[in-house]
């Protein structure tokens, strides 16, 4: 199973694809994580991408196509995987279907977490206030400042994917604004029929 997550910061995509992971057994491919990951070894991905992550932009296309087309080549990927937090503009869609394509491989379903804009202030603060309380270290980029830039990153680059994978009839859209569980569902409902 080839899955898409799509939402802005916030709306739950962490969560839930780490209960799709749990459920199905497939990776969960997070471009923010490979990219904190080269950051903290300072890699020169990690060095190109730390100050464009820290003000809340998108790194450019080239450098998550790239880290995404070799991490699904890897051995954990040939049942699938969870794409969350790609792809992340129009380009990097197309290229993702340009790479799929090469691989001999399709997508199973494009998800989107709807959520209302003005709680996701409140899910980043609950978020830090846990990283907190479990001793961990707060994202750089989990503050108003690039929060507000991440949100205006999505609006302007990310939301048009909406129209792009409604287009190909590949859209499903949920309510990310239920309950964690509520969401879990609907999103099983969504990849289970089918069994695979
Ligand atoms: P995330 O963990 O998905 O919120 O991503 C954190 C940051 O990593 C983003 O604000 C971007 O700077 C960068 N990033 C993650 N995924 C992408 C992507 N697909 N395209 C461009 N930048 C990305």
């Known amino acids: 199973m080839r899955l898409i ?37 300072r890699s020169e991905i990690g060095r190109r991408a730390k100050a464009v992550m820290d ?3 998108l790194v ?3 450098i998550v196509n790239q880290i995404v087309s ?32 090469d691989k001999g491989l399709g997508l199973d379903a494009v998800i989107e977490l709807k959520v209302d804009e003005a709680a996701l202030m409140q899910r980043i603060d609950r978020r830090v206030a846990e990283t907190i309380a479990a001793g961990g270290v707060v ?14 990153e999505y609006r302007l680059k990310t ?22 569980d509520a969401v879990t569902q609907q999103i099983e409902q969504l990849v289970a029929p089918s069994g695979r």
């Open 70 to 101: 070799e991490r699904i080549d890897e051995a954990d990927c040939a049942n699938g995987f969870i794409l969350d937090g790609f792809p992340r503009t129009v380009p990097q869609a197309q290229a993702l279907n340009e790479m799929l394509a």
């Open 5 to 41: 997550l799509l939402g802005p910061p916030g709306a739950g995509k962490g969560t839930q694809a780490q209960r799709l992971v749990e459920r199905h057994g497939i990776p969960q491919l997070s471009t923010g994580d490979m990219l904190r990951a080269a950051v903290r070894a």
């Open 55 to 57: 003000a809340g932009q």
């Open 139 to 152: 994202r750089a980029d989990d503050n108003a400042a690039a929060l507000s830039k991440r949100l205006d």
């Open 159 to 180: 939301a048009p994917l909406s129209s792009y994978y409604a287009e190909t009839g590949q859209l499903q859209v949920i309510d990310g604004m239920a309950d964690m």
């Open 60 to 62: 450019s296309d080239e």
